[in-house]
């Protein structure tokens, strides 16, 4: 994993020692003399032939990737750096990054609960999906403003991503979910086709349709509480329980899997 992270950084050349905090928990942005900016982290720092160096990691580089699209170019010059996410900057947080060894988790796939909810103040509950057995509980206080795509708060019954920044002089909690559906045309009935065995439907040119419902919470302070969906874990234990049964009648499989941890942890 961290070969394939140091692959897809950029290493950036510095006149001095970087002495901020680097890691998957420490979000950068970087602005450009030419006003565009780039989101990041810091995988690594040190020293070269050419002199101080680290490694920033774009947020979005592995959609980059995904999508055999070419990485942001980061132009020569002066950059101003500035913290916008760490640990520190919403109490409780830590036991979040902690669980998920130094990084911030994805919320992709996961549930919001809403427990509370004023003008000035609301507590919002998120399980599920890529967090697994942890159930995050975030406490939005003195609320400064809100938008959404869908003029309302509970348009979000599933997300697919959550992320949180500070601001110039406030936090704000940014909610995604954003997906593609691929459907029939209008009117195509395939039910003449069912008893074709020839017939693939898969040729048939799908309609693309994306959906986007994005939201913005800006307030003056975040904390959060982060607990275990016990039944959840159960679950998860019991489905691991269930492959490693699989993999004792098919060792190939168990040393495959084991191979994958080392590497994934090195």
């Known amino acids: 994993m961290q070969r394939n992270i140091s692959a897809v950084s950029d290493r950036i050349w510095l006149d001095e020692e970087f002495l901020g905090n680097y890691g998957m928990a420490y979000k950068y942005k970087l602005k450009f003399a030419n006003q565009l900016c780039q989101e990041g982290f810091v995988v690594e ?4 032939e050419y002199g101080n160096y680290l490694l920033f990691l774009n947020s979005n580089a592995f ?19 500035s913290l916008i996410l760490a640990p520190e900057m919403i109490e409780g947080s830590d036991e979040l990054v902690k669980g998920f060894k130094g990084s911030w988790p994805g919320f992709h796939e996961a549930k919001i609960r809403i427990i509370e909810k004023s ?39 599933e997300l697919t991503n959550l992320e949180f920044r500070k601001a110039e002089t406030h936090m704000e909690v940014m909610l995604f979910n954003d997906y593609t559906t691929y459907r029939l045309p209008e009117g195509f009935d395939d039910s003449v086709f069912k008893n074709d065995p020839e017939f693939d439907t898969n040729t048939i040119e799908r309609v693309i349709e994306e959906y986007q419902n994005h939201g913005v919470i800006s307030c003056e302070k975040l904390k959060m ?7 959840q874990k159960r679950e998860d234990e019991e489905s691991f329980k269930k492959f490693l049964e699989e993999c004792q009648k098919n060792p190939f499989s168990l040393d495959t899997w084991n191979n994958s941890i080392n590497k994934a942890e090195r």
Do not use: W
């Open 45 to 48: 720092k040190g020293k070269d």
């Open 225 to 231: 509480m982060v607990t275990i969906d016990e039944e």
């Open 119 to 157: 003008r000035e103040s609301m507590i919002l509950e998120f399980h599920g999906g890529f967090l697994g057995d942890k159930v995050v509980r975030l406490f939005v206080e003195n609320i400064i403003s809100q938008s959404y795509d869908q003029n309302c708060l509970e348009s979000f019954a």
């Open 63 to 81: 959609m980059y990737l995904h999508n055999k699209e070419e990485r942001p170019h980061i132009p020569c010059g002066p950059a101003e750096m």
